[in-house]
């Protein structure tokens, strides 16, 4: 029977089907190479340019310091250092290489032996043991690149990583990825994570905090120390044997990191606590010039302020505060606590109250675990019990004991304030007082120090700028300064005794007023000079009633004060207009310095990323003519008078504590004591106190600002001035002295006004101006 397939057809048969096994996976092959080929052509034409990494400009965050050099802000999402590679310490840098490329300086970008070492590594692992990519490859992908784990994403990767290794240099590499790297907790860069989490600059870390920091780059979270330290430390663990394996260190400098504690910093917050107030001010001022480019583009903000003068400040006003919460009753604990009876969790219960109460400029949180007649013991869940007793206790005596009143008494749970004393801890409370503070040269008007408050935290108001309240007596140099030049003198009696009058109130009309003296007494008739000393509320009324308030408005508003805010009526002579505490400071320094007006300034200069200047202050300065406010003359007299009022007036406490004549300045104590002041200078620094409720209420009946602003300023007057030589001044020419009392050339006893309100009262006397001396007088005034 014949075949139906001849031998000769199966022969072909078999022939082409060893063709088609031979030929297809050949052909596939070479499709698939040429493919390849195709997508990396098409793939390097597409590849972007290296501009931003060869003209590398990382983002650098705004940083803001003291004239001396103390940062006190940070400001951006990347918190970045830049590190040149000279910088960088070997045993950081052979950290680095150990843990993400061993053969850097070896590869061209890509590192075909590692990636073979690492393959056959996970294989024995059973997982990823180990990675592939180079630290030009993680450059690449953090400059241009997505984290998608495609090929094309990987060949572009490959492709960038050689082009990279082509235009720099292995050193050139390696100093951008250490600066650039992400590190986790908003640090870029190795400088920068090691200030984030051993609160040190990069010189300074040891081989085992290398070694931590080193092993970030893979994983920033899930390596952070600070969040799980035992993963962070199983990763420094294999960076330091790589370190080992790789020659890097050797073995007793391996164990020696193994064993070294590490400790870590606390996280920083972007203001420090030396200025928060400062920085805060400092910071808008710059975004309101650069807006959001100010938080990446390295500018370094160089403030006008002293660390040293901010220290104190910060001290004095804290010391003030609490010494009024002190003189008042205490109101109570902050919070109270069912403890439970388990050890493990009453330690923890405390542990959250007191991380939850948080700690207030010195003033600790604590919880009450006993109480007993004449001893009160509190923890904060750490350390040791805290036992108080005898002065440790003066603010709390009413809430001891079983009569204390159930709202404010303290029982074991009570979450309390204690604050450490030379004598021990003292039981205190969270002040509701606030406070504001500010110093100025009065040369130029850089300030030295500003405290916006008691707590920035909690409240970030800034008083010194933006507190407007009535600044009582401590407003009357100004107006006497006008008086002066309508024609009164230091020796002008004015009448202290009781008035009735109708002042207008705008918006409101007529009133019926009859003011008062602070103490409620009146002396009868005294020198103006006198009245200044000793802050006669009746004597400057009766001068407003003679100047007018409209020209004493308009007159004062050249020492700085907004027009708008200081009513022309007769209580503008008690402080009833709106001022800030730096606009009073900026008004007392014309008297100090002679009479120039110069404009307060915070910021000295402001430099670039690489300490280029790109701002630079250019204050007024006094001595110079267009910047004069006021006569010499003028200043000259008033100056006196504030000196008389330290000397032997309501700001004594100043002459006794500080033991110098130069002291110029004036208490003020707003009605039913809402608002405490104290304005004062030395020749060369002018500053302010004011204390007060941020929601205008009465600080009590006996503050006073003598006995509330003045102490602050004494404390902070006393460090600023303890090398700053005693000032002498000349009078100027148009300033004559007759029996003993100074006068305006032009405005002397035979000239000036020589009484008012002498018969006024029930209390006067025989003193009247002549009719020669009314002639003069008005065609001079």
Do not use: C
Not at 227 to 247: D, K, S, T
Not at 308 to 331: S, T
Not at 577 to 602: C, E, H, K, W
């Amino acid at each position: 029977m014949p075949s139906l397939f001849p031998r000769r057809q199966r022969g072909v048969s078999a022939v082409r089907v060893l063709g088609w096994l031979i030929g297809l996976p050949l052909v596939v092959g070479l499709s698939g190479l040429l493919a390849a080929v195709l997508v990396i052509v098409l793939a390097n034409d597409r590849l972007p340019s290296l501009d931003p990494l060869l003209h590398y400009q990382p983002r650098m965050p705004l940083r803001i310091y003291t004239i001396d050099g103390v940062q006190i802000g940070e400001f951006g999402e990347e918190r970045r250092s830049y590190v040149p590679y000279r910088m960088i310490p070997a045993h950081v840098r052979d950290a680095i290489l150990a843990a993400e490329d061993a053969r850097f300086f070896e590869h061209s970008g890509v590192d075909f032996v590692g990636a073979l070492r690492a393959a056959l590594a996970n294989l024995r692992a059973g997982g990823t043991a180990q990675g592939a990519s180079t630290i030009t490859m993680q450059l690449a992908r953090e400059f241009f690149l997505s984290n998608e784990r495609t090929y094309p994403r990987k060949i572009a990767e490959i492709l960038l990583s050689m082009r990279i290794e082509e235009a720099l240099s292995k050193e050139d590499i390696l100093e951008r990825y250490v600066n650039q790297i992400f590190l986790g907790k908003h640090a870029y860069g190795f400088d920068a994570a090691a200030q984030t989490y051993f609160g040190k600059r990069l010189a300074e870390v040891s081989v085992a905090e290398a070694a931590m920091l080193a092993g970030l780059p893979k994983a920033p979270s899930a390596y952070n120390p600070l969040v799980n330290e035992p993963r962070a430390v199983q990763r420094q663990h294999y960076v330091l044997r790589r370190m080992l394996e790789n020659g890097f260190i050797d073995r007793a400098t391996h164990d020696a990191a193994l064993e070294q504690k590490l400790v870590y910093a606390r996280p920083k917050p972007s203001y420090s606590d030396l200025a928060p107030y400062v920085a805060e001010l400092a910071r808008q001022m710059v975004y309101d010039l650069y807006g959001n480019t100010a938080y990446s583009a390295g500018l370094n903000v160089i403030t006008t302020v002293h660390s040293r003068d901010q220290r104190v400040a910060n001290l004095a006003l804290r010391d003030g505060i609490l010494a009024y919460e002190r003189r008042n009753p205490y109101r109570g604990p902050e919070k109270r606590l069912e403890l439970g009876s388990d050890p493990d969790t009453v330690r923890q219960q405390i542990l959250d109250a007191v991380d939850e109460a948080g700690d207030v400029e010195g003033l600790l949180a604590a919880v009450v675990v006993e109480v007993t007649g004449k001893r009160v013991t509190v923890w904060r869940g750490q350390g040791d019990l805290i036992q108080i007793t005898g002065s440790g206790l003066e603010l709390v005596t009413e809430a001891i004991g079983r009569k204390a009143d159930e709202a404010i008494r303290l029982t074991p749970g009570a979450v309390v304030r204690i604050v450490e004393e030379e004598d021990g801890f003292h039981l205190t409370q969270k002040p509701e007082v606030q406070g504001a503070f500010v110093a100025m040269n009065t040369h130029d008007g850089s300030i030295r120090a500003m405290v916006g408050g008691f707590d920035f935290e909690n409240n970030r108001f800034n008083r010194v700028t933006q507190a407007l309240r009535q600044p009582g007596s401590s407003f009357k140099p100004f107006v006497f300064s006008a008086a002066l030049q309508r024609g009164f003198m230091p020796s002008t009696v004015v009448n202290d005794a009781p008035i009735s009058l109708i002042d207008e109130i705008p918006d409101e009309g007529p009133r019926l007023w009859e003011p008062k003296n602070f103490d409620g007494r009146f002396e009868g008739p005294m020198t103006l000079r006198t009245a200044m000393a000793r802050s006669k509320n009746l004597v400057s009324v009766r001068v407003m009633q003679r100047i007018g308030g409209q020209y004493a408005r308009d007159y004062v508003t050249r020492f700085g004060f907004d027009r708008d805010r200081q009513p022309p009526v007769l209580t503008l002579g008690l402080g009833a207009g709106l001022v800030s505490p730096l606009q009073m400071t900026t008004g007392i320094s014309v008297f100090a310095n002679g009479g120039y007006r110069v404009d307060p300034y915070l910021i000295s200069h402001i430099t670039d990323a690489q300490g280029n200047p790109v701002v630079v202050a250019d204050p007024k300065i006094s001595g110079d003519e267009s910047n004069r406010v006021i006569d010499a003359e003028n200043a000259y007299i008033m100056d006196s008078m504030l000196r008389e009022v330290v000397r032997r007036g309501t700001g004594y406490s100043a002459r006794k504590a500080l033991n110098r004549p130069d002291l110029g300045g004036k208490t003020g104590t707003t009605n039913d004591s809402f608002d405490a002041w104290f304005v004062g200078y030395q020749p060369t620094i002018a500053a302010t106190a004011w204390v007060g409720f941020d929601q205008p209420r009465e600080l009590g009946v006996r503050e006073t600002g003598g006995g509330l602003a003045l102490p602050v300023w004494i404390d902070y007057m006393k460090a600023a001035l303890a090398d700053v030589p005693e000032a002498r001044l000349r009078p100027p020419p148009g300033v004559v002295r007759i029996d003993g009392e100074l006068y305006l050339s032009a405005v002397t006893p035979e000239v000036g006004i020589r009484s008012v309100g002498m018969n006024e009262g029930g209390l006067t006397t025989g003193v009247e101006r002549s009719s020669d001396a009314e002639k003069v007088r008005n065609e001079l005034f």
